[in-house]
């Protein structure tokens, strides 16, 4: 089956610093989405990606679609305690079902 | 608008015993997807419905089933509880237009425990 192997696992930074994460895939994705997910809610979606290439923004956040439709990142800048969480990217081919990756738990020391 | 809604919040059942988690789609939203999430597997599909008729099915034990109503709320059932059904239940809705791949959006979840 189709499998997203996301990176890194876990992060600590200093607030202010610059953060950046990344998932790939051996397979193709029609549209890649990244979600941020705080303790004992559900995942809430930060930016949707639907073209190879395309880099889209929203706020501090900047994420890229891969050329080969099998990978993407997400960077942020200027980190604020407030992004304390874990970051989910997730892969979509065909209909509603998305395939999820491992998850970045993202630590954010003021 | 209001977000994705389910209930309950939090159950807790005991091996053996059925349970039925209830989610209610964002207003105009027509299709209904519900993922299990487990610290050891991460996020999990279990399927979709679209239309009362579900639409794609992830590799879950026959156990699992769901269905969906007229007004596009959803329910998932869980029969003969095992202790590895603790998890949290998700439930994600989408306008589902032909066509386009429609982004989904997640309510906060039903965090089962099973005794």
């Known amino acids: 089956g189709q499998q997203l192997n996301q990176s890194p696992q876990s992060m600590f930074i200093q607030e202010g610093e610059d953060v950046s994460m990344n998932c790939t895939s051996s397979?193709?994705?029609?549209?890649w989405l990244w979600y941020k997910q705080e303790p004992g809610e559900g995942p809430v979606l930060l930016i949707a990606?639907?073209?190879?290439?395309e880099l889209t923004s929203n706020g501090r956040l900047t994420a890229q679609f891969g050329i080969t439709r099998k990978d993407s990142f997400l960077n942020i800048s200027a980190s604020i305690p407030s992004d304390v969480g874990i970051y989910f990217c997730?892969?979509?081919?065909?209909?509603?079902?998305?395939?999820f990756g491992e998850g970045t738990q993202l630590t954010v020391n003021p | 608008k209001a977000g994705v809604t389910q209930t309950p919040r939090y159950l807790i059942k005991t091996r053996g015993q059925q349970v039925t988690l209830s989610c209610s789609p964002i207003?105009?939203?027509?299709?209904v997807s519900w993922y299990q999430q487990t610290p050891g597997q991460g996020l999990q599909f279990l399927f979709e419905?679209?239309?009362?008729?579900?639409?794609n099915k992830g590799n879950f034990p026959g156990r699992f089933s769901g269905r969906q109503f007229s007004n596009s709320r959803s329910e998932m059932n869980v029969s003969t509880l095992e202790l590895g059904d603790s998890a949290l239940y998700l439930c994600?809705?989408?306008?589902?237009?032909?066509?386009?791949?429609?982004?989904?959006?997640f309510g906060p979840g039903t965090r089962l425990t099973v005794l």
């Open positions: 207003s105009g939203h027509r299709s």
């Open positions: 997730a892969g979509q081919t065909s209909g509603s079902r998305l395939t």
């Open positions: 994600a809705s989408s306008p589902r237009l032909a066509g386009v791949w429609d982004t989904q959006y």
């Open positions: 397979s193709i994705f029609n549209t």
């Open positions: 419905y679209f239309s009362e008729t579900q639409r």
């Open positions: 990606l639907y073209k190879a290439g």
